[in-house]
């Protein structure tokens, strides 16, 4: 039978699995993990919305107001109309795309089409994957990336410890204080 510091032990390392699960997917996945995160824990009150840039496609989170979208770009709030057929689905959320020139409507999809023509999926994560995995000209990445792993495994090591203290002076306790 579980006592109540194993059940606080077992609690705290699903948590502690938990964040770095959470952590690992926002290092590599970027700023569209982040969003399609918001979206996905909105329960249908937000839209996945990608913008079409000069540089590409970029994703945002829209809120829905009745038959408009409320979104930011640059910083500055921006209100875009839903046409029908412009929403579509995007790893099991809503998505909208959208040309960022001219934001006062959305892209309308014909019927059957779930992206634009010039939008990739396959490539845009692609793209995203080599962005989050290219070597940085001055190092100052890698060295980012080293400090943050050695502080979580610093973390590990110290529960780990603190785990192996507690589970000796309970043993001790048992004995008689002979340990």
Do not use: C, H, Q
């Amino acid at each position: 039978m579980m006592e109540g510091l194993d059940v606080l032990v077992m609690i705290v390392s699903m948590f502690a699995s938990f964040v770095l699960g959470v952590i690992g997917m926002l290092m590599f996945g970027g700023r569209t993990s982040l969003n399609y995160l918001m979206v996905k824990m909105s329960r249908g009150r937000k839209v996945l919305l990608f913008g079409k840039t000069g540089f590409g496609w970029e994703s945002y989170v829209a809120k829905k107001k009745e038959s408009n979208l409320e979104w930011k770009l640059n910083k500055s709030p921006v209100k875009t109309s839903i046409t029908d057929g412009s929403v579509t689905r995007y790893a099991r959320v809503d998505a909208v795309f959208v040309d960022t020139k001219n934001i006062a409507n959305t892209l309308s999809l014909k019927n059957g089409v779930m992206y634009p023509d010039d939008f990739d999926p396959v490539v845009f994560d692609n793209l995203l994957i080599r962005a989050m995995t290219r070597p940085s000209v001055d190092g100052n990445d890698d060295l980012k990336k080293l400090v943050i792993i050695v502080l979580i495994l610093v973390g590990l090591i110290a529960f780990g410890v603190l785990f192996t203290y507690l589970k000796v002076t309970e043993l001790a306790g048992n004995f008689g204080g002979v340990i």
